[in-house]
């Protein structure tokens, strides 16, 4: 699991870089807010990049989780403009903006439901005492 999980948090990060830049460019969400994702996806792809080298690999990780946390803040309080979106309400912003931003709070949540399995994964192996965890695991 500890060999997957990087190129997991490596693929979420793009995904976050690619929503950021097709929201700005191509459907044409102005303003700053709209490279959030692109902002957050950098740095995640950088350290899932560097999660692979087992040397790296735990402080890598702690700093995905921590921004993956950061991003799933940030973005709860789309959660109302969702709700009033599928009841049929007006709502104050684009329709495009509340599905960028949704799609942000979804991949940060899986990316620290990822985190979180690793680490759950990685104390249960210690407490068993295998001492079969990878060398890099936190």
């Not at 957050?40 to 560097?50: K, R, S, Y």
């Not at 979106?85 to 903006?97: A, F, K, R, V, Y």
């Not at 990685?122 to 060398?135: F, I, N, Q, T, Y």
Request: aromatic share 8%; charged share 10%; hydrophobic share 50%.
């Amino acid at each position: 699991m500890f060999r997957t999980v990087p190129r997991i948090v490596l693929w979420i990060g793009i995904f976050l870089i690619i929503l950021g830049l097709i929201g700005r460019y191509l459907i044409g969400l102005r303003g700053v807010s709209s490279l959030i994702p692109a902002i957050f996806g950098m740095p995640i792809a950088l350290l899932g990049f560097l999660a692979t080298e087992p040397t790296y690999h735990k402080s890598s990780m702690r700093g995905v989780t921590g921004l993956a946390l950061l991003g799933l803040l940030i973005n709860l309080h789309v959660i109302p403009l969702l709700r009033a979106l599928l009841h049929g309400e007006p709502i104050p912003d684009s329709i495009t903006s509340i599905i960028a931003r949704s799609t942000m709070l979804f991949l940060c949540g899986l990316l620290l439901m990822v985190c979180g399995a690793m680490y759950v994964t990685a104390g249960w192996k210690r407490l068993r005492g295998s001492g079969s965890v990878d060398e890099g695991s936190p």
